[in-house]
Nanobody, 124 residues
Framework: QVHLVESGGGSVQTGGSLRLSCAAS????????VGWFRQAPGKEREFVSA????????YYTDSVKGRFTISRDNAKNTVYLQMNSLKFEDTAVYYC?????????????????WGQGTQVTVSS
C-alpha cells in the first residue's frame, strides 16, 4: 500500500507558474515510477508526465513539453511537477500515481496507487 498526497495546486493567471508535489510516507516510493495525470471536466484523463525511480528518464506529453518539468527527491520521498507558462487548457485536477515495474512510461491502467488530486485553475 502506497499513500500519495498531492499539493501545490491553486489558481493562477495565464503565463504563471505552479509547482505540484507528490509525497509518500512509504520508503518503497523511491523505487517506483511516478506519473502525473490530469483530468479536466468533461474530458478524458490525460497522461502528463512520468519519471523513473532514479530520475534518469522522463516523459512528457507533447502539449506540456518545454513548459513542465518533472523531478524527484528520493530522500524526501517526493516527486515534483514544475509548471511554467501555464495556459487555460492546463486547468484540471492533477493526480500523481505510482507504477512498480514494467515498461516506461506505461499506461494509466498500469499505475496502481493514486493520490486524491489537486486542482489547478488557470484564468486569463
Amino acid at each position: 500500500q502506497v499513500h500519495l498526497v498531492e499539493s501545490g495546486g491553486g489558481s493562477v493567471q495565464t503565463g504563471g507558474s505552479l509547482r505540484l508535489s507528490c509525497a509518500a510516507s512509504e520508503r518503497t516510493f523511491s523505487l517506483y515510477i511516478v506519473g502525473w495525470f490530469r483530468q479536466a471536466p468533461g474530458k478524458e484523463r490525460e497522461f502528463v508526465s512520468a519519471i523513473t525511480w532514479n530520475g534518469a528518464v522522463t516523459y512528457y506529453t507533447d502539449s506540456v513539453k518545454g513548459r513542465f518539468t518533472i523531478s524527484r527527491d528520493n530522500a524526501k520521498n517526493t516527486v515534483y511537477l514544475q509548471m511554467n507558462s501555464l495556459k487555460f487548457e492546463d486547468t484540471a485536477v492533477y493526480y500523481c500515481a505510482t507504477k512498480s515495474s514494467g515498461p516506461f512510461p506505461g499506461t494509466a491502467t498500469q499505475y496502481g496507487y493514486w493520490g486524491q488530486g489537486t486542482q489547478v485553475t488557470v484564468s486569463s
